[in-house]
């Protein structure tokens, strides 16, 4: 299992970003895809989770704003982050898993691979 993640970058809150995360080694109709983030001195929190059966599952503090979706054709799942806030800044992380954490409380601590992040900062 790779994933490599783009897209992050520095912007001002009420903006826009799209992350992207190109997946290999695993097909999405066998393993789950998702995104989590994580903030210095916090832990990781789950943003997003997509299950095999294409379920969706957003955390709290996201929901209505960002939204997950994937293109099978090019192995690569985005994550379209809007309304943008300050307590949004965070590394995020592609994360994947055979087993499907989408429905665990805190599924964003539970996903077994996961790329090397990219930093997203939201300026007030």
């Known amino acids: 299992v790779q994933l490599v993640e783009s897209g992050g970058g520095t912007v001002q809150a009420g903006g826009s970003l799209r992350l992207s995360c190109v997946a290999s080694?695993?097909?999405?109709?066998?393993?789950?895809i998702g995104w989590f983030r994580q903030a210095p001195g916090k832990e990781r929190e789950g943003v997003s989770c997509?299950?095999?059966?294409?379920?969706?599952r957003y955390g709290d503090s996201v929901k209505g704003r960002f939204t997950i979706s994937t293109d099978n054709a090019r192995n690569t799942v985005y994550l379209q982050m809007n309304s943008l806030k300050p307590e949004d800044t965070a590394v995020y992380y592609c994360?994947?898993?055979?087993?499907?954490?989408?429905?665990?409380?805190?599924?964003?601590?539970?996903?077994?691979?996961w790329g090397q992040g990219t930093q997203v900062t939201v300026s007030s």
């Open positions: 997509r299950s095999t059966n294409g379920t969706l």
């Open positions: 080694g695993f097909s999405f109709d066998d393993y789950i």
């Open positions: 994360g994947a898993d055979i087993i499907d954490i989408c429905g665990l409380g805190y599924f964003g601590q539970y996903f077994g691979s």
